[in-house]
């Protein structure tokens, strides 16, 4: 059973329009993470929630917003879209106890910019 | 700031051979590492976690080592199989953080 669970999987969205991505978990942990892949490239962490505490990567875009209303969901929420914002968008979670970071991958949202 | 780098960044063998990817780092202040396993448009499924305390991990033909101290992990592949053909990615955890190599993609041809 799918533990980490992103929709929808397949996203067109037109430049410029605002769209929202979601991740869901079941297995209530406290960490959950927002990585953009490019084609070829590594995934590169945009953001993460540690509870309810909001981490943003120091060369995440202000384009680039999430929510956590709470624990088992997390949203990404791009305000305008750009060309350059077509990716693979992963969401994974831990149970980060300091000592275990074992990360759990959805199976990501492909988004299309048109 | 934490690099990882794999070598090589792809690698064809023919069904059976063992192999061996590289995964190396610069920071040796790490929590763990991660192999991951990556299909084309897919997201990433885990295949092994080695905490910063042990040397390796196995689950059936695949094992993982660390050397935290030299910044080296390997994942080596027993009697790889078509359906090993993926991408792989080392991954080190910090402090409420993943950072990821930019992976070995492989193809194992019948």
């Known amino acids: 059973d799918a533990m980490v669970i992103q929709n929808p999987r397949y996203q067109v969205t037109q430049f410029g329009k605002p769209v929202t991505l979601s991740c869901s978990q079941t297995l209530n942990h406290n960490v959950m993470y927002w990585y953009q892949q490019k084609s070829s490239q590594a995934p590169k962490l945009l953001f993460h929630y540690y509870d309810k505490d909001f981490n943003n990567e120091a060369d995440t875009p202000d384009n680039f917003q999430s929510r956590r209303p709470n624990t088992s969901f997390c949203f990404l929420d791009i305000r305008s879209p750009g060309l350059g914002d077509a990716a693979m968008y992963l969401c994974?979670?831990?149970?980060?106890?300091?000592?275990?970071?074992?990360?759990?991958f959805g199976q990501g949202t492909r988004l299309t910019v048109v | 700031k934490q690099e990882v780098t794999q070598i090589p960044a792809a690698l064809s063998v023919p069904e059976g051979e063992n192999l061996v990817l590289n995964c190396s780092f610069t920071d040796s202040a790490i929590y763990n590492l991660q192999w991951f396993r990556q299909d084309p448009g897919k997201g990433l499924t885990s295949l092994l976690l080695i905490q910063s305390s042990q040397r390796e991990q196995t689950s059936g033909r695949l094992n993982a080592s660390l050397d935290k101290s030299s910044g080296r992990s390997t994942l080596y592949i027993a009697a790889s199989q078509p359906g090993d053909s993926a991408t792989y990615l080392c991954a080190v955890a910090g402090f409420q953080k993943l950072v990821f190599g930019t992976g070995t993609r492989l193809l194992v041809s019948p």
């Open positions: 994974a979670t831990s149970r980060n106890t300091g000592i275990s970071t074992e990360a759990f």
